[in-house]
């Protein structure tokens, strides 16, 4: 019954909902691909797409590497709705306008929702270049201020105090190792996401404290996660890691330049060019392991 949502999601939804086709009315899976990732649509059949600048409520994406589209269509023979290109707020939409998309896609019936991020590696055991199953996530917006369910409760969507024990659904983690297993992806790894507003990377100071509560790190994710779990759906989250985050300590202020020299010391960097670049080179795997993973969930 559209009568009992909020205006703005019911425009949104009449806007899609009238140029699909009947088998695409309704959708099991929404996917958001991260930076670089913007092929795993590529996949997908028999698809309809918009583009975001058309869709009522939608912001624009901004970002280089990242495509403003909506694309739905049939993936593993399930009906998908896939984000090519999702919104940060960094680019200065507030968290609410960041996750508004999710809960379009519950109203099309998502029950289950994929979110794919390029992140910064913390945790020593891991390598540019390897897939990281997010557990739980660490969410620097939802603690300062940009919880994207601030504002009045839409208790249509879900409860005005939602528990956030179980965001990162267990049996789809499970699953989706199963899927890697089966397309012979063997650097899995499994760990928590730190999310920070960007647009600016992390000092190595800033590094150093997030290593010690999380495994990787990035901006995005959480507000979408968050408003996933607010309104029921089960999310899987997967980072990949595009380059590892320098931590170590900024030199020191009591050495010469001499000194510095003498040490071969190289300034670290790190550029969104680097981020997209492994992002497009790794695409590939990810989408194969994110098609096994909707054949798998189709089983299930
Ligand atoms: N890398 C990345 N921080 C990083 O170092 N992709 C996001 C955030």
């Known amino acids: 019954d559209l009568s009992k949502f909020p205006d703005n999601y019911v425009n949104c939804y009449k806007y899609l909902y009238d140029k699909l086709p009947n088998e695409l009315k309704s959708v099991k899976m929404a996917i958001v691909c991260g930076s670089g990732l913007n092929n795993l649509a590529d996949k997908i059949k028999n698809t309809v797409t918009f583009d975001y600048k058309d869709i009522p409520g939608f912001a624009v994406s901004t970002v280089a590497g990242h495509r403003g589209k909506l694309v739905f ?9 896939c984000m090519v290109g999702r919104f940060h707020f960094y680019e200065g939409h507030s968290a609410q306008k960041v996750s508004f998309p999710i809960r379009i896609f519950r109203m099309f019936g998502a029950k289950v929702l994929v979110l794919t991020n390029a992140a910064g590696g913390l945790n020593p055991n891991y390598n540019t270049g390897d897939l990281v199953i997010i557990r739980d996530h660490v969410s620097f917006l939802n603690f300062t201020g940009s919880n ?24 789809l983690r499970y699953l989706f190792t199963q899927a890697a297993a089966q397309c012979n992806y063997t650097n899995l790894k499994e760990g928590t996401y730190i999310c920070l507003s960007g647009p600016s990377y992390e000092t190595p100071a800033e590094a150093r404290f997030f290593s010690t509560i999380g495994d990787v790190v990035g901006m995005s994710t959480a507000p979408e996660a968050t408003v996933g779990n607010h309104c029921g759906m089960q999310v899987i989250g997967i980072s990949l890691v595009t380059n590892m985050v320098n931590q170590k300590p900024t030199l020191s202020s009591f050495k010469s330049p001499e000194e510095i020299a003498a040490q071969n010391y190289e300034a670290p960097t790190i550029s969104h060019a680097e981020v997209i670049e492994v992002g497009n080179q790794k695409a590939k795997i990810l989408e194969g392991i994110v098609e096994k993973f909707t054949e798998i969930l189709e089983q299930n």
Do not use: T
Request: aromatic share 10%; charged share 10%.
């Open 148 to 171: 994207p369910l601030i504002g009045q409760n839409e208790s249509i969507f879900g409860e005005r105090f939602p528990p956030m024990l179980n965001v990162y659904n267990h049996h």
């Open 73 to 81: 269509g049939i993936l593993a023979n399930s009906p998908v709705v």
